[in-house]
């Protein structure tokens, strides 16, 4: 409750920042689906579009985490200055090759108001995308079923969870999470699900986003929620397997923008790691389950 609290005392000055930053800044609108609350920004600086979604139970927090992620899609494309461990030592001589590959990607760019809370939100964005692409890879069951929820267990002592709903008329859309435990990677997929539901019922809004630059290129490589025809074989097996492995997580602190250094205990990171793979819709293409990304399926949620 109290990070809730400190995000809405935040919202004023993040939405002064993000006001002062941009060329164009506006609230394009808001969907509730199943009490869940999804807020969509845009905003535009030197002719990139950049665009946000806040998801919550509450309005008033969604509209702050839609604040705190155009903050991270804004600093996402600038390396960060300096490089640590979870516990805050710094690290030296990082392998340049692996910061480049994780920076083609906005994987493991995380916003918050305390750098400890930045860190555990980048490591969960890369182990959680790193998880679904090897899920899809190898074709990794799920550890368990509920309903239309998937868990398997990833790496660093997480779990992944993949949500889903059934289109009426045909088709699936899913939310992704990943938690420490269970429960919470079922809830983060679950709200994930929730937005993208109320959110692509509007076909204008999947248009739109086909059609804008995103902060870090091309808008297929942010595809995240997908239309699909039919539910991947994977979800469907029922044995228990997942990725069990301890792996080493590098955080960089990125220096923020003039606009964004008033705004107290703001801070941006991104999280690497030489176990994990960065994560990226194009490789997947080649598999015998690359139908999910054909170029056809052209009603998705790009993020």
């Given at each position: 409750m109290f990070s809730r609290l400190k995000l809405l005392s935040a919202a004023p000055q993040l939405l002064d920042a993000l006001k002062s930053y941009s060329d164009s800044f506006q609230l394009e609108r808001s969907w509730s689906h199943s009490g869940i609350h999804t807020v969509h920004l845009s905003l535009k600086k030197d002719e990139v579009n950049y665009n946000s979604w806040g998801i919550d139970t509450n309005e008033a927090v969604a509209l702050a985490k839609s604040y705190m992620e155009m903050v991270e899609r804004i600093h996402s494309t600038?390396?960060?200055?300096l490089w640590m461990t979870f516990d805050q030592?710094?690290?030296?001589?990082?392998?340049?090759?692996?910061?480049?590959?994780?920076?083609?990607t906005t994987s493991g760019c995380a916003a918050h108001l305390t750098r400890s809370s930045c860190f555990k939100n980048s490591e969960e964005e890369i182990v959680e995308r790193h998880s679904f692409t090897e899920i899809c890879l190898k074709n990794i069951s799920p550890l368990r079923i509920y309903n239309n929820t998937l868990i398997w267990r990833a790496p660093n002592n997480y779990f992944v969870s993949?949500?889903?709903?059934?289109?009426?008329?045909?088709?699936?859309?899913?939310?992704?999470?990943?938690?420490?435990?269970?429960?919470k990677a079922i809830l983060k997929a679950q709200f994930e699900l929730s937005g993208a539901v109320a959110w692509s019922r509007n076909p204008s809004n999947v248009k739109m986003l086909m059609?804008?630059?995103?902060?870090?290129?091309?808008?297929?490589?942010?595809?995240?929620?997908l239309l699909l025809n039919d539910l991947p074989a994977f979800m469907q097996k029922t044995a228990p397997n997942g990725i069990v492995k301890s792996v080493d997580v590098y955080y960089g602190c990125i220096d923020l923008l003039p606009?964004?250094?008033?705004?107290?205990?703001?801070?941006?990171?991104?999280?690497?790691s030489p176990d994990l793979?960065?994560?990226?819709?194009?490789?997947?293409?080649?598999?015998?389950?690359?139908?999910?990304f054909d170029s056809e399926l052209e009603h998705c949620v790009v993020v």
């Open positions: 600038i390396m960060p200055s030592k710094f690290v030296q001589n990082l392998n340049q090759d692996l910061i480049s590959n994780f920076m083609s993949l949500a889903y709903y059934l289109i009426p008329d045909g088709g699936v859309i899913f939310g992704a999470g990943a938690g420490s435990n269970e429960n059609e804008s630059n995103c902060s870090t290129g091309s808008s297929f490589v942010r595809k995240k929620h606009e964004f250094s008033n705004v107290a205990g703001l801070n941006v990171t991104r999280a690497v793979i960065p994560f990226s819709f194009l490789p997947l293409r080649e598999q015998p389950f690359g139908a999910l």
